[in-house]
């Protein structure tokens, strides 16, 4: 397969991601997968969404490990796309279903028990407007599962305008409370507060050259040069993320939604 090398740096970065398959994970990969699972009685008989599912990790992952039903959303096309080659892979066609679209547009005349939404809810253009929508979503109870980031310390101008121009958009940077200030509606059924390790060089090769290798095997590429490109702008993605882990933290939460209570809060938070 031809593919020109120009246009792997000329990707937005949602393009790049769908079209090297990255496994975008939320903050705490499968650890934070399987705390979801077995914190928010997720089983067979659960019905999930995935907001911004990006190429399907999460949402491809708990169908598989719990025999759900489950469904992706996400604005960008190619992602979508690739998710759903990911789900045949791994024999799920008939269990996930992904649908391009904004995830504040979306509607489902059946509704869910559990809505990931990862890290992804801050770096919408208004999260309140989603979780208006999530709590639509639900019928009358339902779990929220989010991994957000936060910042434990400042994180360097320079550094936010580079990471802006890897990524697209700026990280996180409210502090725990600000960030939470968005699920104050919810009831915490479980949270745990972590920081992410910088990973080391071999650590990051290793992940870039699997990758790459994996991406080229599917397009049938022996052009080097080409698998160069591909390597330096994922290598460069996952540099970026490494040189944040030092200004971040993230939690892991089930979060319950009642729909009797919300969004007040009658239970103490500690």
């Known amino acids: 397969m031809y593919i020109d090398s120009r246009r792997i740096n000329e990707m937005s970065y949602t393009e790049f991601v769908a079209f090297i398959n990255q496994t975008n994970v939320p903050p705490g990969s499968y650890s934070t997968l399987t705390k979801w699972r077995n914190n928010s009685n997720l089983n067979a008989g659960s019905r999930v969404l995935e907001v911004a599912c990006t190429t399907g990790f999460s949402i491809n992952s708990l169908v598989k490990e719990s025999g759900c039903e489950g469904v992706g959303i996400d604005l960008c096309k190619d992602s979508i796309s690739q998710a759903r080659v990911n789900a045949e892979q791994m024999g799920l066609g008939n269990k996930v279903r992904f649908t391009a679209i904004d995830g504040t547009l979306y509607e489902s005349p059946e509704k ?23 709590c639509r979503l639900f019928s009358s109870s339902g779990y929220l599962l989010a991994s957000p980031f936060y910042t434990v310390e400042d994180i360097p101008e320079k550094m936010l305008n580079q990471a802006a121009k890897v990524f697209g958009i700026t990280p996180t940077v409210q502090p725990y409370k600000e960030v939470m200030q968005l699920y104050k509606g919810f009831e915490v059924y ?9 990973e080391t060089e071999k650590e990051l090769h290793h992940y870039c050259e699997s ?7 599917s397009y049938g590429l022996e052009d080097e040069g ?3 490109m591909m390597y330096d702008r994922l290598y460069s993605i996952k540099k970026m993320s ?8 993230y939690n892991v939460l089930v979060l319950h939604y009642d729909a009797q209570c919300y969004p007040n809060r009658y239970v103490e938070l500690f």
């Open 112 to 134: 869910f028990s559990h809505i990931v939404v990862g890290a992804g809810l801050g770096f919408f253009p208004q999260p309140e407007r989603m979780i208006e929508n999530i």
């Open 190 to 198: 479980f949270e745990e507060r972590l920081q992410p390790l910088p």
């Open 211 to 217: 990758t790459v290798e994996r991406a080229s095997h």
């Open 226 to 228: 080409v698998k160069s």
């Open 242 to 249: 490494n040189e944040l882990r030092q200004y971040q933290g």
